[in-house]
């Protein structure tokens, strides 16, 4: 059963995949079939350790050998497992958490996360900040739409795009994208819903779990229309799609308690 916020959800070591370079975004790695993980979840945060915000923006600017992705997390500390049901109360404020890059082979689709060895002190208290739960939800039982739906969060300088997750089977993923008109940090801090007629929102039929790839091309735009969570009027909006942050087809459908 999935757990929902009125109701303290079982505790886990928590994995975020980490957004941002000057404004830091850390992304909860959601698993339908774990209730622990079964929450997508947005938080604004910082780091109290100078050092690992250095190591993950040099991180940044390193080559990608050929035939790889690369993405960013931070893996909570698994001594001090945590409902995530704390965050979403206010209860817990801060985590400590091992900054890692994820490589992911592109050709079989492979993910090893790794921690920054190579840094001084790739280890830090991750901070959410005061107003920082931009976005909680438990995932699981949501019928697909009939459109590509996700969430618009970020700042007017990094912006963000996710898949909003329905029910398995469905893709995670976060795209970097730019928006016309620009949004504003208010509009954006409230995680407005958009959707893209254009797009799919349910996995390709009859293509397995790790085949599975991104209905969207980078460089390329596309016409939705944005509506506010609390209700209102829907604009209309482009979003034109930069590079990729994540992407998961595969555990986020089939990993086990």
Same mark, same amino acid.
């Given at each position: 059963?999935?757990?929902?916020?009125?109701?303290?959800?079982?505790?886990? %070591?928590?994995?975020?995949?980490?957004?941002?370079?000057?404004?830091?975004?850390?992304?909860?790695? %959601? $698993?339908?079939?774990?209730?622990?993980? %079964?929450?997508?979840?947005?938080?604004?945060?910082?780091?109290?350790?100078?050092?690992?915000?250095?190591?993950?923006?040099?991180?940044?600017?390193?080559?990608?050998?050929?035939?790889?992705?690369?993405?960013?997390?931070?893996?909570?500390?698994?001594?001090?497992?945590?409902?995530?049901?704390?965050?979403?109360?206010?209860?817990?404020?801060?985590?400590?958490?091992?900054?890692?890059? !994820?490589?992911?082979?592109?050709?079989?689709?492979?993910?090893?996360?790794?921690?920054?060895?190579?840094?001084?002190?790739? !280890?830090?208290?991750?901070?959410? =900040?005061?107003?920082?739960?931009?976005?909680?939800?438990?995932?699981?039982?949501?019928?697909?739409?009939?459109?590509?739906?996700? $969430? !618009?969060?970020?700042?007017?300088?990094?912006?963000?795009?996710?898949?909003?997750?329905?029910?398995?089977?469905?893709?995670?993923?976060?795209?970097?994208?730019?928006?016309?008109?620009?949004?504003?940090?208010?509009?954006?801090?409230?995680?407005?819903?958009?959707?893209?007629?254009?797009?799919?929102?349910?996995?390709?039929?009859?293509?397995?779990?790790?085949?599975?790839?991104?209905?969207?091309?980078?460089?390329? %735009?596309?016409?939705?229309? $944005?509506?506010?969570?609390?209700?209102?009027?829907?604009?209309?909006?482009?979003?034109?799609?930069?590079?990729? =942050?994540?992407?998961?087809?595969?555990?986020?459908?089939?990993?086990?308690?």
């Amino acid at each position: 059963m999935t757990p929902t916020p009125d109701h303290d959800s079982p505790s886990g %070591a928590h994995r975020f995949i980490l957004l941002g370079q000057t404004d830091l975004v850390a992304y909860h790695l %959601a $698993l339908f079939h774990v209730p622990a993980h %079964a929450f997508q979840v947005v938080l604004t945060i910082d780091f109290t350790d100078e050092a690992a915000r250095t190591a993950y923006l040099d991180d940044l600017k390193a080559p990608i050998p050929p035939g790889k992705k690369r993405y960013h997390s931070l893996a909570a500390d698994p001594e001090d497992p945590f409902p995530l049901t704390d965050i979403e109360s206010g209860k817990r404020t801060s985590f400590k958490a091992l900054v890692e890059r !994820v490589w992911v082979d592109v050709a079989t689709g492979d993910r090893k996360f790794e921690g920054l060895k190579d840094s001084k002190n790739p !280890v830090t208290t991750v901070r959410i =900040l005061p107003s920082g739960m931009r976005y909680f939800a438990p995932i699981g039982d949501t019928p697909y739409p009939p459109h590509f739906t996700g $969430l !618009v969060f970020g700042t007017t300088k990094e912006t963000f795009l996710a898949h909003k997750l329905a029910k398995p089977d469905h893709w995670d993923e976060v795209l970097q994208v730019t928006t016309t008109p620009s949004l504003t940090q208010d509009i954006l801090d409230k995680v407005p819903q958009v959707t893209v007629p254009s797009v799919r929102d349910t996995l390709v039929d009859g293509v397995p779990l790790n085949e599975q790839i991104s209905p969207f091309t980078e460089n390329t %735009a596309y016409q939705g229309k $944005l509506t506010p969570r609390a209700g209102g009027t829907a604009t209309d909006v482009s979003l034109t799609v930069g590079v990729q =942050l994540w992407w998961n087809s595969t555990s986020l459908n089939t990993a086990k308690p």
